[in-house]
């Protein structure tokens, strides 16, 4: 298959990123990254209180499935990643609290992420790892409510 579907996906992403650089505490780091202030410390080894604070979102296309009566669907969604340093200082709660407010940054910007109740507090993949926990979003302009028609809340 030689679909190339990085012309629709990158002016998607710019457009998300375009509409978050309009906050204060967000700043391009490079093409599909952004550096954010967030209230968390998020980077707990940060040498001042600033850097414990920032992160950095990651956007990038990723292909999310689901099955409807005519069989299966495949469509690419925006995946909005954010990682979290030393994670096991901040526990669960605290990813719940970061993902409650990145639902909010995201839903300021104009774009709800996608909804589902098997996710991760409602609306994220939680990755574990040795030293950091990613937790990653979806957002698709195409689906402004934030889940597709076949999905129920």
Same mark, same amino acid.
């Given at each position: 298959?030689? *679909?190339n579907?990085?012309? *629709?996906?990158?002016?998607?992403?710019?457009?998300?990123? @375009?509409?978050?650089?309009?906050? #204060?505490?967000?700043?391009?780091?490079?093409?599909?990254? +952004?550096?954010v202030? *967030?209230? $968390?410390?998020?980077? /707990?080894?940060?040498n001042?209180? #600033?850097?414990?604070?920032?992160? $950095?979102?990651?956007?990038?296309?990723?292909?999310?499935s689901?099955?409807?009566?005519?069989?299966?669907?495949?469509? /690419?969604?925006?995946?909005?990643?954010? @990682?979290?340093? #030393?994670?096991?200082? +901040?526990? #669960?709660?605290?990813?719940?609290?970061?993902?409650?407010? &990145?639902?909010e940054?995201?839903?300021?910007?104009?774009?709800?992420? &996608?909804?589902?109740?098997?996710? $991760?507090?409602?609306?994220?993949t939680?990755i574990?790892?040795?030293?950091? *926990?990613?937790?990653?979003?979806?957002?698709?302009?195409? $689906? /402004?409510?934030?889940?597709?028609?076949?999905?129920t809340?």
């Amino acid at each position: 298959m030689k *679909t190339n579907i990085a012309e *629709t996906t990158d002016k998607e992403i710019y457009g998300i990123i @375009d509409n978050l650089l309009k906050k #204060e505490n967000y700043t391009r780091e490079d093409e599909m990254c +952004i550096k954010v202030e *967030t209230p $968390f410390n998020v980077n /707990p080894d940060g040498n001042t209180e #600033e850097r414990k604070k920032r992160g $950095f979102l990651v956007l990038y296309p990723e292909l999310l499935s689901y099955h409807s009566k005519e069989g299966w669907v495949t469509i /690419p969604w925006i995946c909005a990643k954010i @990682d979290i340093q #030393e994670h096991e200082s +901040i526990g #669960e709660s605290g990813h719940r609290q970061i993902v409650k407010w &990145f639902v909010e940054e995201l839903t300021n910007a104009g774009y709800t992420p &996608f909804h589902d109740e098997d996710a $991760f507090a409602g609306y994220a993949t939680r990755i574990k790892g040795k030293y950091e *926990t990613t937790l990653k979003m979806y957002i698709n302009p195409s $689906f /402004p409510e934030g889940y597709w028609s076949n999905h129920t809340l």
